[in-house]
């Protein structure tokens, strides 16, 4: 469609150039030479610009289906926060169950898990804290001279304070 309506202008004077004999001499004793090239100059240029509106529509309209089915994310700020904030977690724990382990309320991506304990952020590098699906289970691996991290958070719990466990939740 596009290169129709570019060459449109061309396209038919060539057909009838080629059907009809006397065309040429037709057309030089009604419309001068001057005439004709100024109107071949104003239909190519709306059609340069028809084509671009095309172009450009079509291309729009692809946007809006992606953006309906979810395969782009829309580029608006107040957009993404939404969508950040429904995928972001943050949640107090108050208690261990079964004494060493956490249970989370939705299955963390693993590299966004942070254990906060008095504000200081651990994660799953931490050889205390193992990952599995929704559970955090705290081993007590001691090293010489410190307190095993089974103990601390304890300490921390029957202290009153919880502890903090920040995540991105998967997507299913």
């Known amino acids: ?5 570019l060459s449109g202008g061309c396209a038919v004077d060539s057909v009838l150039e080629y059907y009809w004999d006397d065309y040429r001499k037709w057309l030089d004793r009604y419309v001068s030479k001057e005439t004709r ?6 239909i190519s240029f709306c059609g ?3 084509a671009g509106f095309l172009a450009w529509r079509d291309e729009h309209e692809a946007r809006i289906e992606a ?8 580029f608006n700020r107040e957009e993404i926060r939404k969508v950040v ?21 939705y299955e963390p991506v693993p590299e966004s898990v942070k254990v906060n304990i008095n504000n200081i952020p651990y994660d799953l590098e ?14 007590n691996p001691q090293q010489p001279r410190t307190i095993s991290f089974l103990d601390l958070i304890k300490a921390v719990i029957s202290e009153g304070d919880a502890i903090k466990v920040e995540y991105i939740k998967r997507l299913q």
Request: glycine share 8%.
């Open 1 to 5: 469609m596009k290169s129709l309506v």
């Open 126 to 139: 931490n050889p205390g804290l193992r990952l599995e699906g929704k559970k955090i289970i705290i081993s």
């Open 37 to 42: 090239h100024k109107c071949i100059l104003m």
């Open 48 to 50: 340069v610009f028809f």
């Open 85 to 105: 904030m429904q995928l972001w977690r943050s949640e107090r724990i108050a208690k261990l169950k079964d004494g060493d382990t956490i249970i989370l309320e």
């Open 67 to 74: 953006e309906r089915k979810g395969a782009i994310i829309p």
